[in-house]
């Protein structure tokens, strides 16, 4: 009988097909003989089935695992590994037993239960410390615990990478993680780098999660946590930590879908809007960037809990208060930036719409709001949402925006902030949390959302899905690849096994011409669109097998991922990957008034894993991707910015950042948890098995429970193993020369079955559980060796304290000669204190002579400076008053020209006028002698003499008002000159009291420190009573006489005082007459121009009255007077006012009279600000060398010295 007729009895149990369930139990109703072509089976539910088989019977049906290893919590244990165990096992522990972790090899298998379970409280951290990873019941602080021992047993750097669905518990389980290495890392001194590791979480979920349809705390961005340790004694103990993002999900702040929400923060803020009464914040329903889900609460969740909780962890993190006001003030920013209106715009003059322009009204009140939150001008907020420039190689042209674009450029420029605030607060954290001490090593915690498929796919579940990728490909490398390599370069038999590779569907988005390649060309078109990159896709990537075109339409493409095969909505796709904002709204924030906005705008984002990867000899860093721009590395050296045509997209820049993680995981030892969701509902403990069992199959565990039954997952270096296990054997089997041997030596000293072990070319190779034995021998060999060294140091001990005893009695006789020496020594200490307080003193009566030495020199220091400064002020005078002449002398010679040049101009003037008036002498001469025209004339003479003499009379009456006015000026001039002076008369004797007030006071407290020093001095001399009398007498005398010192010294201060006030009166009297004369004498002189002017024009008048009253005597100066129009020389016509109208006369007289009017209101403005500005230089210097308190101190001294 064959094995497979033995196992395929009747009655065995068997796994088959189930439409529904994936995998059901049935029972052999007939036994299997071997060529048989079907097999009679009943299944749970009581129906008989015929399964058919194949001749050879390579089909038959998984057999299942005896009812013994049901439940077990490590699926390699099973006997029978295959996809209905492994499905089965779960879901009895998980199901019946309600336990949410089991082991799978390396991996550790989390169920998201979606419920509380009390399974981390402190007992529980206790519980597993110090045990090895199968000693207890499979946990994830077994897997920390397991990552902790291995960092102190070998000092390497590790990795946690934990992965799944979006909702399966991935942020759950790094929390809990890194809980625990915060627990065990810890010590008395070091509580407050737990309690700042531990309140990062909350932060990074209040800003950094949102609720999803499958998740009402998920992650929507990746975070990369390096717990930073150093050793101490053998010991790791936490020293801080670096926190690294990347891939943030800007778009949630502008849209969330059906039941879904924005960020957390937005919501918690709005819960505690009572708070910040100044944010003018009102329900969330209320605001569009917050209601577009229709889902703002989340079942016992409290808001406003959080964020008293969010708020308590930024105190904790070194968030000043100040910074956490900022920050809910651009969060609160953001909101109101969301509800600006943009309305539609009508062309002027008629009610038709203007499609390619929009409006913002200017009293929307978000947009105040949004103003004076962020401080920032609202007018200039709203000229850049309705306005947009684009910039060409000389110019810029403004254009005007539509409805659609300018709600694009807000919606743009809340991500952009959004990103940026978000950055600013993982710097802030990375500062606190890091104390820059170096690092010995780290445990990185990847927190990695997970693959993601919904009914509209865009750019970010493109990316995401693209990260799940290459995750997926390095734990394939790491697990399956690595792993049969490994045994190949060590030389040992291992059974090649094949296994899923996606490095097809990874060169399918990265490789040349593919999905990001093509995209990243797009983007630097010009006029590229989505439409036209989905044409490219299909017609350059349908090779690829991974990749699939739509049915009907170019709109959308399928992408078969390592999970499911996924549909991608191409629009916004170009918009994402560009990731623009306005440059000129940017520019508005930047000149905001509120310094952390200015330093939020002004951030750059780097990729901070290649910088570390240059600090430190490990890899590890930051993966930062939320923007196409480049950031600054700190404050001191910064990189140039790219231009737009150069700036990397954010594809490209995830792709390399991407890259750097993938190589840090390989730097590192990784451990893997791989988190499950049950079910879409959320319900507790809910089973969906083909939900289950396709996650199973995406995350590798089936393909690790396969090979890890087949492979030895423990392996050591020989080295490494022979200084770790080298007390297991005698000395004479162990040669440093030969460790190889060596350790072959111990190996089969202690297991003694060869297939539990292979010997490498440089390592040794165990299956499960073996390293756990040798680690308990090892254990048990170290506890009875000091047990042996404990019972020698024990009798050590006593045998001392047993001399103790014996030494008794010398003890005490070296006890009675100590204390008659130490009378002795009593003596000699007394002698030597004698002579100490002598040099005390003698140092206080030094140190008393020197600072009085130095008070003096002080003193004549004063009044050196005093001297330089006056000497400075008299140049700076003089110099003052070089320029003033100066200035005189090139207006003298300026207007010496401009005369000259002016009576040249005359002279062509007359020039050609006399030319003109011969000739139209000639003219009017013939037509002089006719009656008629002697009539006309004398008509028109008649009217312009009285006329003239009416202007004549004006004019005089104008003068004889203007001189009035003048001496009026002069006389305000003067009383507010007057005034100012009694002002500031008394604003000095006002400071000249307080001064001596403050004098007096010093005095005061002079006198009083001098008196308690010699009631001191009285105390320490008590002893001497007559003396004391005596002194007492003297020093009253000597205080009187001080007490009169002091008060001629104060009335000779303030007799230097009065004179020195005296002085700067008598100063600003001959600054206030000598400016005033100056200002006088040129008022004479402009008035003598202006009486000489009116007396010009008078003889003017005079002359063109006497020529009109002559018949035949014609002037050359009235020749162009009359009607007639001017041949010739059209330039010289009308340039004098003597040729004028008398209307244009008395039009230009008026002119003339007010112009020289506000000419003297000028000077007068000039004189009293030159005024003003001399007196406040002159207080400025005569404050400097006032006399002060610190002035009358040396001359004190100086008297008291004397007496």
Not at 68 to 83: F, P, R
Not at 658 to 678: E, F
Not at 816 to 844: N, T
Request: hydrophobic share 35%; with cysteine.
């Amino acid at each position: 009988m064959s094995s497979e007729e033995m196992l395929y009895a009747q009655g065995a149990k068997i796994w088959v097909p189930h439409a529904e369930q994936v995998w059901e139990s049935a029972t052999l109703e007939e036994s299997y003989r071997k060529g048989a072509g079907f097999l009679k089976i009943c299944t749970e539910s009581g129906s008989l089935k015929e399964v058919k088989l194949k001749a050879d019977g390579s089909d038959l049906p998984p057999l299942r695992n005896p009812a013994i290893l049901v439940g077990q919590n490590d699926l390699t244990t099973l006997s029978y590994l295959h996809e209905p165990g492994v499905l089965h096992n779960l879901r009895v522990r998980f199901c019946e037993r309600q336990i949410i972790y089991t082991y799978c090899g390396i991996i550790l298998v989390a169920i998201n239960p979606y419920a509380e379970m009390p399974l981390y409280g402190p007992s529980i951290i206790r519980a597993y410390r110090g045990h090895a990873m199968g000693d207890l019941e499979p946990h994830i602080f077994a897997l920390a615990e397991e990552a902790y021992t291995k960092l102190e047993r070998e000092n390497c750097n590790l990795s946690i990478i934990v992965s799944g669905e979006s909702g399966a518990g991935k942020t759950v389980s790094a929390k809990y993680a890194m809980r625990y290495f915060a627990a065990v890392g810890g010590s008395e001194s070091e509580t407050q780098v737990e309690r700042k590791v531990l309140a990062s979480s909350p932060i990074m979920e209040a800003f950094g999660n949102a609720k999803t349809t499958r998740n009402d705390n998920s992650s929507r961005f990746g975070k990369f946590t390096k717990l930073l340790f150093r050793n101490q004694m053998g010991v790791m103990y936490l020293q801080g930590a670096t926190m690294h993002t990347y891939l943030l999900e800007k778009s949630r702040v502008v849209y969330q879908a059906q039941g879904e929400r924005n960020y957390h923060i937005f919501y918690q803020l709005c819960a505690a809007r009572s708070k910040y009464p100044e944010l003018v914040l009102d329900h969330q329903d209320k605001f569009q960037f917050l209601n577009m889900g229709g889902a703002p609460e989340i079942e016992r969740v409290s808001d406003a809990d959080q964020f008293n909780e969010t708020v308590q962890a930024m105190t904790v993190l070194g968030f000043s208060i100040q910074q956490i006001a900022d920050i809910v003030k651009i969060l609160a920013g953001i909101l109101h930036l969301g509800n600006i209106q943009v309305s539609k715009k009508f062309n002027e003059g008629s009610e038709e719409e203007d499609t390619d322009s929009c409006d913002i009204f200017h009293n929307d009140i978000h947009l105040q709001i949004t103003g004076d939150l962020l401080r920032v001008s609202a007018e200039d907020l709203r000229r850049w949402l309705l306005m947009r420039k684009i910039e060409s190689v000389n110019e810029y042209v403004l254009i005007p925006n539509s409805i659609e674009a300018a709600q694009a450029a807000r919606d743009a420029l809340a991500k952009h902030i959004y990103a940026k605030l978000f950055q600013y607060i993982v710097g802030v954290l990375n500062k606190s949390l890091n104390n820059g001490s170096k690092q010995c090593s780290f445990i990185g915690v990847l927190d990695i959302y997970g693959f993601e498929t919904f009914e509209v796919n865009s750019f970010e579940q493109f990316c995401i899905n693209y990260a799940n990728e290459k995750l997926q490909q390095q734990f394939n490398q790491h697990v399956f690849k690595l792993e049969q390599e490994e045994y190949l370069k060590e030389g040992i038999t291992w059974t090649m096994i094949d296994f899923y590779d996606n490095q097809p569907c990874i060169d399918l988005i990265e490789s040349r011409l593919g999905v990001l390649d093509l995209l990243d060309e797009e983007c630097r078109m010009p006029k590229g669109s989505d439409e036209s990159w989905a044409g490219k896709l299909i017609g350059k990537c349908s090779k690829f097998p991974h990749f699939e075109k739509p049915r009907f339409g170019t709109t959308s493409f399928f992408i078969k991922h390592f999970s499911d095969t996924v549909e991608y909505d191409v629009n916004g796709f170009l918009e994402k990957n560009r990731d623009t904002v306005s440059k000129e709204l940017t520019q508005v924030l930047g000149e905001s008034n509120m310094s952390l906005v200015k330093q939020v705008m002004t951030l750059e984002e780097i990729d901070t894993l290649s910088v570390d990867s240059a600090k430190s000899s490990t890899l590890g860093g930051r993966v930062v991707i939320s923007a196409g721009r480049k950031q600054q590395g700190n404050d001191t050296r910064r990189r140039v910015v790219p231009s737009k045509q150069h700036r990397k997209t954010v594809g490209s820049q995830f792709q390399e950042s991407l890259a750097s993680l993938i190589s840090t995981l390989h730097a590192t030892t990784p451990h893997y948890v791989r988190c499950i969701k049950p079910n879409d509902d959320k319900i507790a403990f809910k089973w969906e098995t083909a939900k289950i069992i396709q996650q199973l199959r995406a995350c590798g565990v089936l393909e690790t429970v396969r090979i890890s039954a087949a492979g030895f997952p423990s392996r050591w270096l020989y080295p490494d193993f022979y200084m770790r296990y080298q007390l297991l054997v005698y000395r004479s089997k162990l040669d440093k020369n030969d460790m190889k041997q060596s350790c072959r030596n111990i190996v089969m000293k202690w297991i003694q079955d060869e297939d539990k072990y292979r010997f490498g070319n440089t390592q040794i190779f165990f299956r499960a559980g073996q390293v756990a034995f040798l680690e308990q021998v090892r254990a048990n060999l170290r506890k009875k060796y000091i047990t042996i060294v404990q019972s020698v140091v024990r009798r050590f001990i006593y045998r001392r304290r047993f001399l103790r005893l014996q030494m008794v009695i010398s003890g005490i006789q070296r006890h009675a000669r100590g204390f008659l020496a130490r009378q002795r020594v009593w003596k000699m200490r007394e002698a030597r204190a004698g002579l100490i307080l002598s040099k005390y003193a003698r140092g206080w009566l030094c140190r008393r002579r020197y600072l009085r030495l130095r008070h003096s020199i002080s003193g004549i220091q004063t009044y050196a400076r005093g001297m330089m400064a006056r000497s400075k002020f008299h140049a700076m005078r003089d110099h003052y008053r070089a320029v003033q002449i100066q200035r005189f002398v090139r207006g003298a010679l300026a207007r010496r020209a401009y005369q000259k040049r002016r009576r040249n101009i005359i002279i062509c003037q007359a020039a050609i006028r006399r030319f003109l008036a011969r000739r139209k002498f000639k003219r009017m001469k013939a037509e002089a002698r006719t009656i008629s025209h002697i009539e006309n004339k004398y008509m028109g003479l008649e009217n312009k003499i009285i006329s003239m003499q009416q202007r004549i009379d004006e004019l005089n009456r104008d003068n004889s008002n203007l001189k009035h006015k003048t001496s009026e000026i002069s006389v305000l001039k003067m009383k507010l000159e007057l005034k100012k002076t009694l002002e500031v008369e008394f604003k000095n004797v006002k400071a000249a009291c307080q001064d001596k007030d403050r004098l007096i006071e010093a005095l005061n407290k002079q006198l009083e420190a001098e008196r308690d020093e010699k009631m001191q001095l009285l105390e320490e001399n008590g002893h001497a009573q007559e003396e004391w009398i005596s002194q007492k007498q003297t020093w009253r005398l000597e205080n009187e006489e001080l007490r009169r010192q002091i008060d001629e010294i104060i009335e000779m201060a303030k007799n230097a005082e009065v004179s020195q006030r005296n002085q700067e009166d008598r100063m600003l009297a001959e600054i206030d007459n000598r400016e005033l004369n100056e200002a006088y004498q040129r008022a004479i002189k402009d008035k003598e121009v202006i009486e000489t002017e009116n007396y010009a024009l008078k003889e003017e008048l005079s002359r063109l009255t006497a020529g009109n009253f002559s018949l035949h005597g014609r002037k050359a100066s009235n020749a162009s007077s009359q009607n007639e129009d001017d041949v010739g020389y059209a330039s010289a016509k009308n340039t004098l006012d003597i040729n004028r109208p008398p209307d244009l006369l008395s039009k230009n007289y008026s002119y003339d009279t007010t112009s020289m009017v506000v000419k003297l209101r000028a000077i007068l403005e000039e004189e009293k600000q030159k005024h003003k500005s001399l007196q406040e230089q002159y207080i400025k210097l005569a404050s400097r060398h006032k006399p002060t308190e610190d002035s009358f101190r040396p001359a004190c001294r100086a008297a008291g010295r004397g007496t």
